[in-house]
């Protein structure tokens, strides 16, 4: 137990599918970060939230599209996927993500997306 | 951004002591070396973080050289449960977004 769950643990959804991912942390932390983990590619970076506002988005498709309406929450919305974005989908969350400070992520257990 | 290479793949025995080296040159002054540690169908977890010389926790050791350039995680005598992927991560504090990046890993097989 890592303090940041996600559910569901496991999504099937066709392309035409809307569906949403939520992550919940229950550390008290201010960062929150949505990762996509592919077979045989390297973790990925999508977006950074700190304090509620999006910071960063790693030139993300618009079919993914995050929400975050306090700090213990962060959710990916998606919309018209395509298979090519069936992958483990990682939450994690730190201490304030601030220039020139590293804090130790908490990662949760991922959603494995299939898309059909 | 600073890049990171790892072995791919190490193979182990139990009680036996593995070394995975890490290789960062382009390495910022402000950036801090990470390791994580991810096993299947879970999230990656922090193992250990130094800056230089060496840091030692309950669970590994972590050398990094003078130059900065490298880094070497230690796990002293590793059991089938260390079989999982290692992650060096290093910071990237020079653009100001402070962006980490996840390299390919090492995925370290331990055998009995």
């Known amino acids: 137990e890592t303090g940041v769950t996600q559910t569901p643990r496991h999504l099937v959804m066709g392309m035409t599918n809307k569906k949403s991912l939520k992550c919940e942390q229950h550390?008290?932390?201010?960062?929150m970060y949505w990762y996509k983990q592919s077979a045989k590619k390297p973790l990925e970076l999508m977006f950074v939230?700190?304090?509620?506002?999006?910071?960063e988005n790693n030139s993300v498709p618009s079919r993914f599209s995050p929400e975050c309406p306090n700090s213990s929450h962060l959710f990916l919305h998606l919309h018209t996927l395509q298979p090519e974005d069936s992958a483990l989908y990682l939450c994690?969350?730190?201490?304030?993500?601030?220039?020139?400070?590293?804090?130790?992520?908490?990662f949760g257990p991922g959603t494995r997306l299939t898309v059909l | 951004l600073a890049k990171t290479t790892q072995p791919i793949s190490m193979d182990s025995y139990e009680g036996q002591e593995v070394n995975i080296t890490c290789s960062h040159n382009?390495?910022?002054?402000?950036?801090?070396i990470t390791w994580y540690q991810q096993f299947p169908s879970q999230g990656p977890r922090f193992i250990i973080q130094?800056?230089?010389t060496k840091v030692t926790n309950e669970v590994a050791s972590l050398f990094i050289p003078a130059d900065r350039k490298s880094s070497t995680l230690s796990l002293p005598r590793v059991s089938l449960s260390d079989t999982a992927v290692y992650y060096c991560?290093?910071?990237?504090?020079?653009?100001?977004?402070?962006?980490?990046?996840f390299g390919t890993g090492t995925r370290l097989k331990v055998l009995a």
């Open positions: 994690a969350s730190s201490q304030e993500r601030a220039s020139g400070i590293y804090n130790e992520q908490f």
């Open positions: 550390l008290g932390h201010n960062a």
């Open positions: 939230y700190n304090f509620k506002e999006q910071t």
């Open positions: 382009n390495i910022a002054t402000n950036d801090y």
């Open positions: 130094g800056y230089k």
């Open positions: 991560l290093v910071g990237d504090g020079g653009s100001g977004t402070y962006k980490y990046i």
